[in-house]
């Protein structure tokens, strides 16, 4: 699966943006998908996931209540909604999708994934 991230850019503190995450090739509807971001010096750290039915997701307790991640199958895209964006937001966000298929359990751990797309930069404003 390749995969192709969008919709970052320069906001400002309490706005929001969504991004999206189209795959190519592969088997998606069948892939558990997750969003992590990294920022400058850091880490790449989990932010949600979505199991490949839709049927559940996981996310970090940092962004809970103000982050949604959903996907729609028919469309091969995985979505991120973010509201009431924080200067700690800052971070390029990758999409990833899940090395195993049919996975019941949805995996918080970066190692978990081997399809990555290219990232998205999300800048906050404070």
């Known amino acids: 699966v390749q995969l192709q991230a969008s919709g970052g850019g320069l906001v400002q503190a309490g706005t929001s943006l969504r991004l999206s995450c189209v795959a190519s090739g592969g088997t998606f509807s069948s892939t558990n998908m997750g969003w992590f971001r990294q920022a400058p010096g850091k880490e790449r750290e989990f932010v949600a996931a979505?199991?490949?039915?839709?049927?559940?997701?996981v996310y970090a307790d940092s962004v809970k209540g103000r982050f949604t991640i959903s996907r729609d199958n028919a469309k091969r895209t995985v979505y991120l909604a973010m509201n009431s964006l924080k200067s700690e937001d800052t971070g390029v966000y990758y999409c990833?999708?899940?090395?195993?298929?049919?996975?019941?359990?949805?995996?918080?751990?970066?190692?978990?994934?081997?399809?990555w797309g290219q990232g998205t930069q999300v800048t906050v404003s404070s």
């Open positions: 990833a999708g899940d090395r195993n298929r049919w996975t019941f359990v949805v995996s918080t751990r970066v190692a978990s994934y081997d399809q």
């Open positions: 979505i199991k490949w039915n839709g049927e559940g997701t």
